[in-house]
């Protein structure tokens, strides 16, 4: 940790993946745009991009092979004990693919952000753009929300919802979503560090206003 780091929140990413928001992370960390450092990537499967994403930016990272654990209860022990170790004041999951133990979500409550790919409370869990273009939706989209024992359920802190176009398939969907989650992980993470998003009484507050059950939303108009 530099001098610099001091007065700057500390803050611990676990990623499953290719850590493309992770990215975003660093970007913003590095530029002066975010008052965080980032003190170690946590990753749940080795030889994942993310982590090498993590090492050419001299980030610390870990892994935890979730499957060398005899339990989940087992495994998020340990992973509580290696995120506590740096004594972080948020804890962002980017694509961490787990489902997490009440006891993880409650130790973190109010201080652990996710990323989902969809307009919560549509379409929890896995394969959502598939999901929304067979529901027909007219649009899709990204939601940051603090992290709570509900899969997917905690408050949102901020949506993007993008229109979906009729020669989508997943995949081109993905991509144009993909894109907002790297414009609003970071501005979630900023809010948070600067003490303007909270988690009060299980909702989210920004500047000390109650948010939408959506959240902030933005809605981006680009194809
Ligand atoms: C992101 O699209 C994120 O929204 C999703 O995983 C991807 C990770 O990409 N998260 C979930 O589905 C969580 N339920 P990345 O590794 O390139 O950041």
Do not use: C
């Not at 495994?75 to 004594?87: C, G, K, S």
């Not at 507050?205 to 939303?217: C, F, I």
Request: proline content about 6%.
């Amino acid at each position: 940790m530099s001098t610099d780091d001091v007065k700057k929140m500390q803050v611990v990413v676990l990623i499953s993946g290719s850590g493309s928001n992770l990215q975003a992370l660093i970007d913003g960390a590095a530029s002066g745009e975010l008052p965080i450092s980032i003190a170690a990537v946590i990753s749940n499967r080795p030889d994942v991009f993310g982590l090498t994403r993590a090492s050419q930016a001299g980030i610390p990272t870990l892994v935890l092979d979730h499957k060398s654990f005899a339990s989940r209860e087992a495994f998020d022990a340990e992973l509580m004990r290696q995120i506590d170790a740096y004594n972080p004041g948020l804890v962002v999951l980017a694509g961490f693919m787990r489902i997490l133990t009440p006891e993880f979500t409650q130790h973190y409550l109010g201080r652990m952000l996710n990323i989902h790919p969809s307009l919560l409370p549509k379409f929890q869990g896995l394969n959502t753009h598939q999901r929304a273009l067979d529901a027909g939706e007219k649009h899709h989209g990204v939601t940051v929300h603090f992290v709570t024992a509900e899969l997917d359920g905690g408050p949102a802190a901020i949506q993007a919802a993008v229109p979906v176009l009729p020669t989508d398939d997943a995949s081109l969907l993905a991509k144009r979503v993909q894109r907002q989650e790297h414009v609003i992980y970071p501005l979630a993470v900023k809010w948070f560090a600067e003490g303007k998003l909270r988690m009060v009484d299980s909702k989210a507050e920004l500047n000390g206003e109650l948010l939408p059950a959506s959240g902030y939303r933005i809605e981006a108009n680009e194809p």
